[in-house]
């Protein structure tokens, strides 16, 4: 095995046409593997062996697998097969699969770094609170006959449901350790944080690849800061200067202590409640194809 394409063929943009259409564009030699369950794309990222480069047709959740399961450094190419599939498209790659695909197997590489929350790797963020409680609501109105994720109108459904359960005010509910007390905690590792159809959502602006973690953690939520933190979000700018709202860029380390367990998401995906999160930056760890 020279190359390994490692394909979820639940995530909503991946069908058989369209992987054929990605097989044809990358080199000759790239074995295709499915996944046939959650966590399988971590032990064949494992398993990989002497492979020259992963590529990762999937979602957000298939990327982050990988990324926890490889061992070694090898070059890792992602292509948008998911909903919103945010990695590759913060990495600079259109959101056509086909296309990404053709730019990765150019063999262009560049350096980034990680996050680690509690020990898990992510590679565009992980919050706690308000997001993951969001991401919880939506994993559970279950998934399509076919597997697939519901998209971004659940996710809006679910977010104006949450807003209106709780009359739009979110108190401090935890405490970041050298920030203060917080509602809720976005870490990025990258800009945007995430993605509304093609709209990038900058909710942590400055957050790169190249640095450590950015944090962004208002101290609380009320139904007037609404429009203005939503009007700062959707322009990329401003939410860091906004009064009552805990900002910080290029940390290496940041400690959240919770004063009952909340959700925490991880890369898009519900990483189950804490009551601690530990992030930790990981700088330079991984090389990608661009």
Do not use: W
Request: proline letters at 6%; one cysteine or more.
């Amino acid at each position: 095995m020279t190359r390994l394409l490692i394909v979820n063929p639940f995530a909503s943009g991946v069908d058989e046409h369209r992987l054929d259409a990605v097989r044809a564009v990358l080199p000759g030699d790239t074995e295709v593997r499915l996944t046939t369950s959650p966590g399988e794309a971590t032990r064949l990222a494992r398993e990989a062996g002497d492979a020259e480069a992963i590529y990762v047709l999937g979602g957000d959740g298939t990327y982050n697998e990988v990324l926890n399961g490889i061992e070694r450094d090898i070059p890792l190419g992602f292509l948008p097969g998911g909903g919103t599939s945010v990695l590759p498209r913060a990495l600079g790659l259109p959101r056509n699969p086909v296309e990404a695909a053709r730019r990765v197997a150019a063999g262009t590489t560049r350096r980034v770094g990680l996050g680690r929350v509690n020990g898990r790797r992510f590679g565009f963020n992980a919050g706690l609170g308000l997001d993951a409680e969001l991401v919880r609501r939506v994993d559970r109105l279950g998934r399509s006959s076919d597997g697939r994720r519901p998209g971004d109108l659940a996710f809006a459904r679910e977010a104006i449901a949450l807003l209106v359960e709780r009359h739009a005010r979110f108190a401090p509910q935890l405490e970041i350790e050298g920030f203060g007390r917080a509602a809720f905690v976005l870490v990025a590792n990258c800009s945007p944080y995430t993605y509304a159809g093609a709209k990038a959502l900058d909710l942590v602006p400055g957050a790169s690849f190249d640095d450590g973690l950015a944090l962004l953690a208002p101290a609380e939520l009320r139904a007037r800061d609404l429009p203005r933190l939503l009007r700062h979000g959707l322009s990329g700018r401003g939410l860091e200067r906004a009064p009552g709202v805990h900002y910080g860029l290029d940390l290496d380390r940041i400690v959240v202590r919770c004063d009952r367990p909340l959700p925490l998401q991880v890369d898009g995906e519900d990483a189950g409640d804490v009551t601690e999160a530990c992030y930790e930056a990981e700088r330079d760890a991984v090389t990608v194809l661009v």
